[in-house]
């Protein structure tokens, strides 16, 4: 059986991979309505996976890495 940690990751992984299909599919897609469908499904998608994160950061299962964040003028 697997561990919530495991599965929790998991699930994280995927939306992460999804996300990036969106992207890709958003930046080449022609017709505008269905542009606009997928960027609705990829907001979805991301609140769900913030959502997630925050659990899996809550309960310890998410190791954050140090980021130095620059923000350029």
Do not use: W
């Amino acid at each position: 059986m697997l561990q919530e940690k495991t599965m929790v990751n998991d699930a994280l992984s995927g939306m992460k991979s999804s996300l990036t299909i969106y992207a890709n599919a958003i930046s080449e897609c022609q017709n505008a309505e269905l542009r606009s469908v997928i960027q609705q499904i990829r907001n979805s998608d991301e609140a769900s996976q913030y959502e997630l994160f925050k659990l899996a950061q809550a309960k310890g299962f998410y190791e954050e890495e140090g980021l130095d964040v620059t923000i350029l003028p």
